[in-house]
């Protein structure tokens, strides 16, 4: 059969996750959490690896297995055998994680590792450049956008329901640091395709938003 891949693009905390499940749920098909593939590396380098030598980095990267199984919020991404779990929700992991997304070595990894998922199963994949270097092909492109304090909102609620504790006015100024990142990078920078379709979801609930991305994919087929 054919495989069908849906992209969703956008900044930090804006709601990819969130929307990607409900989208996969909708199609019956597993939903792909690129983020989380950045931020494992990061935890299992640990911090400060962005200034290990790209051998190094290559040689632990080479024992890295990512396999897919599941669908809609069911989906489950696991490093070599163990699903990856909620320790890389943290606003420090995920900075370490851009940190180490500014590394080429890591780029063309984690690029093979998700276009070989995208060639075994349908998907709605989620992350920065899914749009415009993994799926550049992809039928059906969504970029989603809001301001830094609505996002930083999001983000702080997310935070609470996992019992993590946090602070709103840190959030923001993480935030902003990690899209500033994320948008000037050399390699990849998060930005919109040509072809996707942006939404602004800054005055949008997530009704709102789940049902402009289900409308997107119907009024393309
Ligand atoms: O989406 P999430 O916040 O989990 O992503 C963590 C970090 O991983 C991002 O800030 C970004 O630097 C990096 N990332 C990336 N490309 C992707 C997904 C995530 O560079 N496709």
């Known amino acids: 059969a054919d495989l069908l891949i849906v992209t969703i693009d956008g900044p930090a905390g804006v709601g990819k996750s969130t ?3 409900q989208l996969a749920r ?11 593939m950045f931020r494992s590396v990061a935890w299992k380098l640990g911090e400060g690896s962005w200034e290990w030598d790209e051998g190094r980095i290559q040689a632990e990267l080479d024992t890295f297995e990512y396999a897919l199984s599941g669908i809609g ?3 489950v991404l696991s490093l070599n055998g163990t699903p990856i779990g909620n320790e890389i929700r943290t606003e420090e992991v995920g900075m370490w994680a851009s940190n180490v997304a500014t590394l080429p ?3 063309s990894f984690l690029k093979k ?5 995208g060639a075994r199963f349908s998907l709605v994949a989620e992350g920065r450049d899914m749009g415009t270097v993994i799926f550049p092909d ?5 970029f989603l956008d809001a301001t830094v304090d609505e996002r930083a909102h999001r983000r702080f609620k997310q935070l609470q329901a996992m019992n993590k504790p946090a602070d709103l006015n840190e959030l923001k100024e993480q935030i902003a ?3 500033h990142q994320d948008r000037n990078r050399a390699v990849a920078p998060l930005k919109a395709a040509d072809d996707a379709t942006t939404i602004d979801t800054t005055d949008m609930n997530k009704e709102q938003v789940f049902v402009a991305l289900k409308e997107g994919v119907a009024c393309d087929t």
């Open 138 to 142: 992809a039928p059906h492109k969504f």
């Open 73 to 75: 919020e069911d989906s």
């Open 26 to 36: 909708h199609l019956s098909i597993p939903y792909l959490d690129t983020g989380a």
């Open 177 to 179: 640091k990690r899209d």
């Open 113 to 117: 590792a998700q276009q070989d998922l």
């Open 105 to 107: 070595v890591v780029r």
């Open 19 to 21: 929307m990607a499940k």
